[in-house]
């Protein structure tokens, strides 16, 4: 004391500004490394839903693939039994032949029996085409089986992947919360305040270094009696942003 006057010598400053940065810094990397743990913690639900809409796309592909299926062998069917009914009709006209009284009438029936004839061979003609048809979708079908199998192997993969790493995560989450705690004990009074405020609206992005003179999250400079009061050791926010700033390693420990 000289004068009245508290007298802190350089080495003094530098273990103030040393201490309050350290445990800003310390804070700061713990923030964001919760957030981190955090982070890959949420990733995993979001993984499961994206397999399940994988598992859910794969399956409407094959139940859309068994209706194509379907429908083909129906439309198939329904010309098959066309062609049945025409044949049919055929005969019975052929039949009728032996029975005509007059060569008009003959030749009406003959008439009639080359139309539906003509008829029955485009008739044909199209039941090949569906039957390559029904080949065509049925030969979709293993694959989109398969889709369905692969996505569900997929699925519970993701599920015992993200199950395993929750734990673990949990366990360091736990670990690096107590850290947290026990760091957060080093800031008392005004300067737990002013950190617990910070935390609450800004998380872990309540914090930041000090590049050159400016703030390194809004990179706004700041005042003079700012730089001071951090190299005095003080807890000092950014009037910019609102974060709490804490000098860089090499300068607080130069």
């Known amino acids: 004391m000289r004068g009245g006057k508290l007298c802190v010598s350089p080495r ?10 350290e445990t800003l810094r310390t804070l700061h990397r713990i923030h964001r490394q919760l957030e ?6 949420a990733a995993g639900p979001r993984l499961v839903a994206a397999s399940t809409k994988q598992l859910e796309t794969a399956e409407a592909g094959r139940i859309g693939a068994q209706g194509q299926v379907k429908q083909a062998k129906l439309a198939a069917d329904q010309k098959q039994l066309q062609l049945r009914s025409a044949e049919a009709k055929i005969l019975d ?3 009728k032949l032996n029975t005509c009284k007059t060569n008009r009438e003959y030749q009406l029936l003959t008439d009639q029996i080359a139309a539906d004839t003509m008829a029955t061979n485009v008739l044909e003609d199209e039941i090949l085409e569906s039957l390559e048809r029904v080949d065509s979708v049925q030969a979709a079908l293993p694959i989109a089986e398969q889709a369905v199998v692969a996505a569900k192997k997929i699925l519970d993969e993701t599920k015992a992947r993200v199950a395993a790493e929750a734990a673990g995560l949990e366990v360091e989450v736990a670990r690096v919360q107590a850290e947290l705690v026990s760091t957060e004990g080093e800031l008392t009074g005004d300067a737990r305040s002013l950190y617990d405020r910070s935390v609450k609206h800004k998380g872990a992005d309540a914090m930041a270094p000090l590049e050159g003179e400016s703030c390194g999250g809004c990179f706004q400079q700041i005042t003079g009696k700012m730089a ?3 190299l005095l050791g003080h807890v000092v926010m950014c009037r910019s942003c609102g974060r709490l700033l804490y000098s860089p390693e090499s300068r607080a420990t130069g």
């Not at 981190?36 to 913690?41: A, C, F, K």
């Open 36 to 41: 981190d743990l955090r982070g890959r913690i």
């Open 12 to 21: 003094e400053l530098r273990m103030a500004v040393a201490t309050s940065s």
């Open 93 to 95: 006209l052929k039949g």
């Open 228 to 230: 001071s009061d951090l």
